[in-house]
C-alpha cells in the first residue's frame, strides 16, 4: 500500500525546486563569463546560501539517519550532497578568478565562506548517506530468533 505524500517529503522538494532555482542561473553566469565571474559579493553570497542550506539538511540527515523508514534520510542526504557540490564549485571558480585580495569588495572572502560550507555539506551528506545505508542492511540481516 503506498504511503501518502506527507508533508516532510514535499518539504525536501520544494527546497530542492528552491535550491535549482538559485543555483542554476548562478551556474550560467559564472560559466558564461570566463574571466570576469560574478559581479563582485553577489555570487559568492548565494553560493553560501546554499551550502548553508546543504549543511543544515546534512545534519538534520545525519541526526535521523539511524530509522529504520530512511527514504526521507536518503533524498535529505542527497539534497545535501548536491548542494554542497554546487557551493564548492561556483565557490572555487569564483576564487580562483577573483581579482583582488580581502576587502576589496570581489567577493574572495564570501568564496572561502562558501567553499568550507559546500565541504562540510558533502561530508555530512556523505556521512548521512553511509550511515543509512548501514542502518538498513543491519536492520535486514537481524534474524528473527
Given at each position: ?39 563582485g559579493r ?20 545525519l541526526i ?79 534474524k528473527p530468533?
Open positions: 500500500m503506498k504511503k501518502p505524500i506527507t508533508s516532510g517529503s514535499t518539504l525536501f522538494h520544494t527546497i530542492a525546486a528552491a535550491l535549482l532555482v538559485l543555483a542554476i542561473p548562478a551556474t550560467a553566469h559564472a560559466s558564461s563569463a570566463a574571466g570576469n565571474i560574478g559581479s553577489f555570487l559568492p553570497t548565494v553560493a553560501a546560501l546554499i551550502g548553508l542550506t546543504g549543511v543544515l539538511i546534512g545534519r538534520w540527515a535521523h539517519s539511524k530509522r529504520t523508514e530512511n527514504r526521507k534520510v536518503k533524498s535529505g542526504a542527497l539534497l545535501a550532497l548536491i548542494s554542497g557540490l554546487i557551493s564548492l564549485a561556483i565557490g572555487m571558480l569564483h576564487a580562483v578568478n577573483s581579482a583582488g585580495g580581502f576587502g576589496t569588495g570581489n567577493g574572495l572572502a564570501g568564496a572561502i565562506v562558501a567553499m568550507i560550507l559546500g565541504l562540510t555539506a558533502l561530508v555530512l551528506g556523505g556521512l548521512a548517506l553511509a550511515r543509512s545505508r548501514r542502518a538498513y542492511t543491519d536492520n535486514s540481516t537481524k530468533f
